[in-house]
């Protein structure tokens, strides 16, 4: 199974900026999603951004206009840009990679990066 890394949280304050980038172990051939999800404390898991193989895009209501995810097929690599941060996107981040082997559908996800926005 594809093995994910994530980089790039941290504490930032509110209206800044941060870069979390997802690196995968091997590269997957077949038509794929990559995606950010998150988590906040007593919540639960929500979709942030998704990028398909073919560059797709879509995004969480909360979040257009602010985030942007982005991918390099070549780089095994997808990252998603954040940009006028609000105290409620603090949570986890995670990212998540879906594709089939033939016709079993295989979910690989990431360790999870924390990203705290202060007020």
């Known amino acids: 199974q594809v093995q994910l890394v994530e980089s790039g949280g941290g504490l930032v304050q509110a209206g800044g900026s941060l870069r979390l980038s997802c690196a995968a172990s091997a590269s997957i051939f077949s038509s794929n999603v990559m995606d950010w999800y998150r988590q906040a404390p007593g919540k639960q898991r929500e979709l942030v951004a998704a990028i398909t193989s073919a560059g797709s895009k879509n995004y969480a209501d909360s979040v257009k206009g602010r985030f942007t995810i982005s991918r390099d097929n070549s780089k095994k690599t997808v990252d998603l840009q954040m940009n006028s941060l609000k105290p409620e996107d603090t949570a986890v981040y995670y990212c998540?990679?879906?594709?089939?082997?033939?016709?079993?559908?295989?979910?690989?996800w990431g360790q999870g990066t924390q990203v705290t926005v202060s007020s």
């Open positions: 998540h990679l879906l594709y089939y082997n033939g016709f079993t559908r295989v979910d690989s």
